[in-house]
């Protein structure tokens, strides 16, 4: 049970920070307004270290039913837990929507345009072409796991011996480089959900809140930041198996 609570408290605390940056850069009269996509990755990125920081010692730090997929593909996970970490994710991502939008609503309320709105709780193309955009999820989540997996696999030499990286608040900080540099260059295509959790969770949140002029959920694009993921992490795990 303690893993399934940080798994939901971890995963909140990344979709508070990550859809927070969002709606800090492009909703009207932020004080971030218009401060680039930089800042967005940045953001995303040290929502993911301080989320795993706090997971980690309890749960692995998931925060991804793509890396929990993967890590049962990989032999490393107990398949029996999957369904729990999934809904826990999933519930975790929904609630840390939620605070965003409560954080933000007045800037939500003041900016007219229904895609931006929407782009603060869920990712969407830059050009919609549903092979390529689904390529671009896969590439993204293969990567994420693929060096995930050298990461954990990690161990730090010292004179006081042997500390083996893992996915604590050492091993948090490798992991955040790495969802940064994935969002600066593979990001631009299709906003780099590169987690189910992410996209699903706050996609919901959308559509059911209460959101003046929100427009269109998108439910046609969103199967492909659940599906793309999972593939590209069972693609990393199947890598990865063979050469670790």
């Given at each position: 049970m303690e893993a399934y609570i940080f798994e939901f408290i971890g995963t909140a605390i990344l979709l508070l920070m990550g859809?927070?940056?969002?709606?800090?850069?492009?909703?009207?009269?932020?004080?971030?307004?218009?401060?680039?996509?930089?800042?967005?990755?940045?953001?995303?990125?040290?929502?993911?270290?301080?989320a795993v920081?706090?997971?980690?010692?309890?749960?692995?730090?998931?925060?991804?039913?793509?890396?929990?997929?993967?890590?049962?593909?990989?032999?490393?996970?107990?398949?029996?837990?999957?369904?729990?970490?999934?809904?826990?994710?999933m519930s975790g991502a929904f609630i840390g929507a939620f605070?965003?939008?409560l954080n933000y609503k007045d800037h939500f309320d003041r900016t007219e345009d229904s895609g931006t709105k929407l782009a603060v709780f869920s990712t969407g193309p830059a050009i919609r072409n549903t092979p390529i955009n689904f390529i671009g999820e896969v590439t993204g989540t293969f990567i994420l796991l693929f060096v995930i997996y050298?990461?954990?696999g990690a161990e730090i030499q010292s004179s006081d011996g042997v500390t083996p990286v893992g996915l604590g608040s050492v091993g948090a900080i490798p992991v955040a480089f790495l969802v940064w540099v994935?969002?600066?260059?593979?990001?631009?295509?299709?906003?780099?959900?590169?987690?189910?959790?992410?996209?699903?969770?706050?996609?919901?949140?959308?559509a059911i809140a209460?959101?003046?002029?929100?427009?269109?959920?998108?439910?046609?694009?969103?199967?492909?930041?659940?599906?793309g993921p999972i593939i590209g992490g069972v693609l990393a795990a199947l890598a990865a198996s063979v050469l670790l």
């Open positions: 859809t927070a940056v969002v709606a800090n850069v492009v909703l009207k009269d932020t004080k971030g307004h218009n401060s680039g996509w930089i800042v967005i990755t940045t953001g995303w990125a040290l929502g993911v270290y301080i920081v706090v997971a980690g010692p309890y749960s692995g730090a998931h925060l991804n039913p793509a890396v929990t997929v993967s890590l049962a593909v990989m032999g490393s996970f107990d398949w029996a837990l999957v369904p729990g970490y999934i809904i826990a994710q605070l965003c939008w050298f990461i954990t994935i969002g600066l260059s593979l990001g631009g295509t299709t906003g780099y959900a590169i987690n189910p959790a992410r996209d699903l969770g706050p996609r919901i949140f959308h209460p959101i003046k002029s929100k427009g269109s959920s998108d439910w046609g694009y969103a199967w492909i930041p659940v599906i």
